[in-house]
């Protein structure tokens, strides 16, 4: 056992399969699942929720430097409570899905962000998912791994969890955002999953960090 603990970084599209699989490894591995998503998604609901306008990048900074969290970790799951509750069901409303890519474009939220995920570490060995692990959050790790699937497919899993989305335009606008914008960070081991299940894309990732932690660790 290392002495410090280990973070798994799942990178990926919008429905590539983020959160079915880290939560798959983390069970396997006996390791906390954080999803950085719902971390997002959290400050936007806050921000509809306090009439804060998710596209004036001052006032979400505002409401991002003031609202007052707690990180929590349940049943090996972080998850990030605002005045001691935590929205599970609210944040995957529409209306978050809409406002999330505005409130995570603004650079002070995503500082904000980072120092959170990476107090996350304080729970032990982690598996992180979200669109900037391995390149921001915790670019030092050497367990990287980036999903994707085709649109097509992609689309078809939100409409089956009773999603109507444009998966496409949620990916560019992360992608196209100036600040820890979704990217495959170096050395990640990128998987596409379009013809894949959860179990065999769960089953890869496995296989590849049980084979590099047999190896000597740097
Ligand atoms: O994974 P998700 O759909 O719940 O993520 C919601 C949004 O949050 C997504 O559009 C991009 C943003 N996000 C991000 O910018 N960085 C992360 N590490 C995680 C999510």
Redesign the pocket.
């Given at each position: 056992m290392s002495q410090h603990p280990l973070v798994i970084a799942i990178d990926g599209t919008?429905a590539s399969g983020?959160?079915t699989n880290a939560k798959l490894v983390a069970r396997d591995l006996g390791y906390v699942y954080v999803?950085?998503?719902?971390m997002?998604?959290t400050l936007s609901w806050y921000c509809l929720q306090k009439k804060v306008d998710v596209n004036d990048e001052k006032a979400v900074a505002t409401a991002c430097r003031k609202w007052k969290t707690a990180l929590e970790c349940i049943d090996k799951k972080v998850r990030l409570t605002v005045d001691g509750y935590y929205p599970e069901k609210e944040i995957r409303t529409e209306a978050v899905?809409a406002a999330?890519?505005h409130v995570?474009a603004v650079p002070k939220v995503r500082e904000w962000?980072k120092n959170k995920q990476r107090e996350c570490i304080k729970f032990g060995n982690l598996v992180m998912?979200?669109?900037?692990?391995g390149s921001n959050?915790f670019p030092e790790t050497d367990f990287k791994f980036y999903l994707d699937a085709c649109p097509d497919e992609r689309t078809k899993r939100r409409a089956a969890e009773g999603v109507k989305e444009n998966v496409v335009m949620?990916d560019q606008?992360?992608s196209q955002r100036s600040t820890?914008p979704?990217m495959i960070s170096l050395g990640a081991h990128v998987i596409n999953n379009s013809k894949m299940t959860s179990a065999e894309t769960s089953g890869l990732i496995l296989a590849e960090i049980k084979k590099r932690l047999a190896q000597p660790r740097r």
């Open positions: 919008s983020k959160s999803d950085t998503g719902a997002y998604r899905t999330v890519s995570s962000m998912e979200g669109r900037d692990i959050v949620r606008r992360d820890s979704l």
